[in-house]
């Protein structure tokens, strides 16, 4: 009687048990057939001993742990098996092995295995060089990472590979500045400038060229091309969009071939015609952090026509703002940004601001805007016209606007000038008494109602207010009052 197999039960696609002993049972004897491709072995009855007592499974053991990988290389338009191709294996990690190079050919439907002896249990990490006769290009694929076993037929089984690596990738083209317009019935071109060589129909040296559909989609480029390699193919794409908007050219777009039949087709959005995706920071002057909640109004005044030609918005939690604008051609756009800032500040108008087009999906950064009243200004302190070094001087605010600190000290180092500032409460005038405390032999003197008002411009290095001599009769701008302490 022949003895009956069980059906299989399922695996994982990633990692067979694919060398397994199956475990046969005929009138209550126990057979185990090891697999390996078309091989099969009957065992004995004799070799029951080593069966597992409890799970009713052969354990079979061998004296050291084994690494076996199985594969299949396949035509990527047709999935028919390709024969004859030399694949390499070379240990680039992982444990030690008999033989650290191992190299095979395709056969018997594009099935391809190794196995190699390791010195301990544990993780092999290969390199693989599948090498397929000329015109085809070879190629590796890196790191294979296969675990050791000590079961005869265990191994790990890879997904089906290609002869030559594939771009599964669709582009998909919508007009820049639109939440989605599709961009259907456009020439495209892609023009390679790094990476490997890419070869097949609608190639023409290192031009690609194709017609996007009603869709707005092109595949790059179609499965009867194929790269020399795995890594990235760079190049610049460019779309017809014709008119005023001419030819929209994306640079350094990066593709990645795959050398997996089954690879996963991938949208690759990108954008056409002129950009206008800038972003503008707004920070407060007093504090210099950024402003949220910022009223930001463009309004296009010159230059390339815009849709719409006034936009509003609101600065984000970061202090950005980003106006929503579409440009109808390639150029600058000229225009003022009002900024009105949350609580006491008055609008700021900013005019003839000029934005340039470009050609990129990512984003740039236009400015930095300050906004908001702040107090800037300074005194200096000398003493026989030099720094009065040591000077103590405290500024105190009495009287006005409430400002933050109210109250502070600085000594005089290698520099005459001292600050007069803070954080205004409002837009107005803010009144300070400030204390002079030089060295001896110089004497401490006050100045009272020092009287500044909140400064709405930007003045990086301050508004002076008066120069303080400590070797003679201390003196002060016309209001205030001075006297020795």
């Known amino acids: 009687m022949q003895p009956v197999q069980l059906p299989r039960r399922s695996t994982r696609p990633s990692v067979l048990r694919a060398f397994a002993p199956a475990v046969l049972e005929l009138g209550g004897a126990r057979r185990c057939r090891a697999r390996l491709g078309l091989v099969s072995l009957v065992l004995p009855v004799a070799l029951l001993a ?4 409890c799970s009713g499974v052969v354990a079979f053991r061998t004296a050291t742990p084994e690494a076996a990988v199985l594969g299949q290389l396949v035509h990527v338009a047709t999935g028919a098996a390709v024969d004859g191709v030399r694949i390499t294996v070379r240990r680039v990690g992982g444990v030690a092995l008999e033989r650290d190079s191992l190299s095979t050919t395709t056969a018997g439907g594009g099935h391809w295995s190794i196995r190699v002896a390791a010195t301990e249990p544990g993780e092999v990490v290969f390199d693989v060089e599948v ?10 694929v890196r790191n294979v990472r296969v675990a050791t076993s000590d079961r005869p037929g265990d191994g790990t089984v890879l997904e089906p590979w290609v002869v030559a690596p594939w771009f599964p990738i669709h582009a998909e083209f919508a007009l820049r500045g639109t939440a989605d317009q599709r961009l259907p019935g456009l020439a495209v071109s892609f023009t390679r400038t790094g990476g490997p060589t890419v070869t097949g129909p609608g190639w023409s ?7 996007t559909d009603a869709g707005g989609r092109l595949p790059l480029f179609n499965f009867s ?12 794409l460019a779309i017809e969009l014709g008119g005023e908007l001419g030819t929209s050219v994306t640079r ?11 690879g996963a087709i991938q949208i690759k959005r990108l954008g056409g015609g002129p950009s206008l995706a800038y972003g503008s920071q707004v920070y407060h002057r007093a504090t210099g952090r950024p402003l949220p909640q910022v009223q930001a109004t463009f309004r296009r005044t010159g230059g390339v026509r815009t849709e719409p030609e006034v936009v509003s918005t609101t600065s984000d939690a970061d202090g950005y703002v980003r106006f929503p604008l579409r440009a109808l051609g390639v150029g600058t756009v000229v225009g003022d940004v009002t900024l009105t800032p949350p609580g006491f500040d008055r609008p700021v108008t900013l005019t003839g601001v000029m934005i340039a087009t470009f050609d990129s999906d990512t984003g740039r950064a236009l400015a930095n805007w300050t906004v908001g009243a702040y107090l800037n200004y300074y005194g200096i302190v000398v003493a026989n016209g030099s720094p009065a070094t040591g000077t103590r001087v405290t500024v105190r605010r009495t009287g006005g606007i409430p400002v933050t600190p109210s109250e502070y000290s600085f000594t005089i180092g290698s520099s005459d000038q001292f600050p007069i500032t803070g954080i205004p409460g409002g837009l107005g005038t803010a009144v300070f008494d400030i204390e ?6 110089f004497r401490a003197f006050i100045v009272r109602n020092l009287q500044v008002s909140t400064l709405e411009d930007d003045h990086p290095f301050g508004v002076g207010v008066w120069t ?18």
């Open 50 to 53: 080593a069966c597992d007592p």
């Open 131 to 140: 090498a397929p006769p000329p015109p085809l290009a070879p190629y590796h």
């Open 205 to 211: 040296g290192d031009v690609f060229r194709g017609v």
């Open 225 to 236: 091309v194929s790269a020399g390699g795995l890594s990235e193919v760079v190049g610049d």
């Open 252 to 262: 350094g777009v990066r593709l990645a071939p795959t050398h997996l039949y089954r």
């Open 436 to 441: 002079f405390r030089p060295p001896a032999p």
């Open 468 to 485: 303080w001599s400590v070797d003679g009769p201390p003196t002060g701008p016309p209001g205030t009052t001075v006297s020795f302490l």
